[in-house]
């Protein structure tokens, strides 16, 4: 088994990279944002709950991202691999999914961090938000909000993951084609 995590701030690229990296590795993709938005959409108790936070650019509780996680690593026994989008977003959560990995003997093999400057992450955001539909990226406020998270609770994931030396930085500024090679690079050295 072979997993990854793709790590970066809100707009960073991760859910765009993560649709060519599945395609061309197998990998399963567990994007933690994609699961909290169709728990919203399917109107479940656990959606209207992440929906309070999610709208006003806060993270979502780490025991219900944890267990979303736990359920959908016991659906997909039969994966080649996991590609981690937007998970772990704190250090509780990278912690939990060391434990989780290593109940199934596997680890995170490598940790592919994107680096993206603020002004060009807001002007991502703002430009999703007039076709996505998604509340978060319409408000600037929010995208800030949810940079600012970012900068307190989740950089501090990639100094957990480099104690192991397990971070590669990645340009993030660039054609989607050039990072997606940048990040293929990085993966064959595996
Ligand atoms: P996510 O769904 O993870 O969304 P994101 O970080 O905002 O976006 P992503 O990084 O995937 O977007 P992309 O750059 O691909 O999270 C949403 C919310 O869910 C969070 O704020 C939080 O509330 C909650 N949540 C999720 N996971 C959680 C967790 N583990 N714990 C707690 N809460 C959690 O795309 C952005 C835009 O950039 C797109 O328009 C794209 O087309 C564009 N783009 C991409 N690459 C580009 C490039 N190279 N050049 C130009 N534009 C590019």
């Known amino acids: 088994m072979f997993n990854i995590i793709l790590f970066g701030p809100p707009g960073s690229g991760k859910g765009t990279q993560s649709e060519n990296l599945i395609r061309k590795y197998g990998l399963k993709h567990l994007s933690t944002g994609d699961l909290l938005r169709s728990e919203i959409s399917r109107q479940t108790p656990l959606g209207t709950e992440a929906k309070n ?11 219900v991202v944890i267990g979303m996680i736990s359920s959908a690593l016991d659906t997909n026994p039969q994966a080649v691999g996991f590609l981690f989008d ?14 989780l ?6 680890e995170i093999h490598v940790v592919l ?11 991502r955001l703002l430009g999703r ?16 909000a949810r940079i600012h998270e970012y900068n307190k609770k ?3 994931v990639a100094d957990y993951y480099g104690r192991f030396d397990k971070v ?3 340009e993030g500024e ?8 940048a990040l293929c690079k990085e993966i064959n050295l595996q």
């Open 53 to 63: 936070f999610m709208d006003k650019g806060q993270l979502v509780p780490d025991e």
């Open 86 to 99: 937007g998970f772990p977003r704190t250090e509780a959560q990278a912690e939990a999914l060391d434990k």
């Open 101 to 106: 990995l290593k109940l199934k003997n596997t």
């Open 113 to 123: 961090a994107l680096q993206v400057s603020e002004g060009e992450l807001v002007k």
């Open 129 to 144: 938000g007039l076709t996505s539909g998604r509340s978060d990226d319409t408000n600037e406020e929010v995208i800030r």
């Open 154 to 156: 989740t950089s501090v």
């Open 168 to 170: 590669k930085k990645i």
């Open 174 to 181: 660039g054609s989607v084609d050039d990072i997606f090679t």
